[in-house]
Structures are given as structure tokens and as C-alpha cells.
């Protein structure tokens, strides 16, 4: 963190800005990574009768995929804000 009660060096506010442009730069990068000409919309519906047949609920695999991605994204975060 910057302690904006002391004086500002000007190097060490760059260095922190690149920093955070480096994280959020990785973030982007990321949000690109499957685009959907690759990797299409799928039919949920089908996939929920799909996974439902197997015992499995779609919400639970929704869940998994949402807790990894914030995870990640917090792990990102955290690194650059420790710096």
C-alpha cells in the first residue's frame, strides 16, 4: 500500500502503477482466453438433464467453475497488492 501521509517518490508510484496494470493486464488476458468461436454457448438444458442423469446438479458444477475463476482472479489481486 502507498502510505500517502509521507512523501511520494515518484519511482515508487510508477513502479506500483505498473504493478497493478501488470495484474490487471493478467485478468484480461485471462477473460480472453475462451472465446466462443472455440469453445461455443452450450445447451444448458441439455446439459442439466445430462448431468441430472449422472446424479450430478449443473448448479454444483456452476459453482465449482465460479469459485476457480474468483479464486484465481483474488490470487491475482492479492498478488499485486501485496507488492
Not at 515518484?10 to 485478468?27: K, M
Not at 472465446?35 to 445447451?43: G, K, T
Request: hydrophobic share 45%; charged share 30%; proline share 4%.
Amino acid at each position: 500500500m502507498i502510505d500517502l501521509d509521507h512523501e511520494i517518490n515518484r519511482d515508487v508510484l510508477v513502479e506500483r502503477i505498473d504493478a497493478l496494470q501488470d495484474a490487471l493486464q493478467s485478468i484480461v488476458q485471462w477473460s480472453e482466453a475462451y472465446p466462443l468461436d472455440v469453445f461455443p454457448e452450450p445447451d444448458l438444458k441439455k446439459a442439466r438433464q445430462l448431468l441430472e442423469a449422472g446424479g450430478v446438479s449443473l448448479d454444483s458444477v456452476s459453482a465449482h467453475c465460479m469459485r476457480h475463476v474468483i479464486t484465481s482472479v483474488g490470487e491475482i489481486a492479492r498478488r499485486a497488492l501485496d507488492e
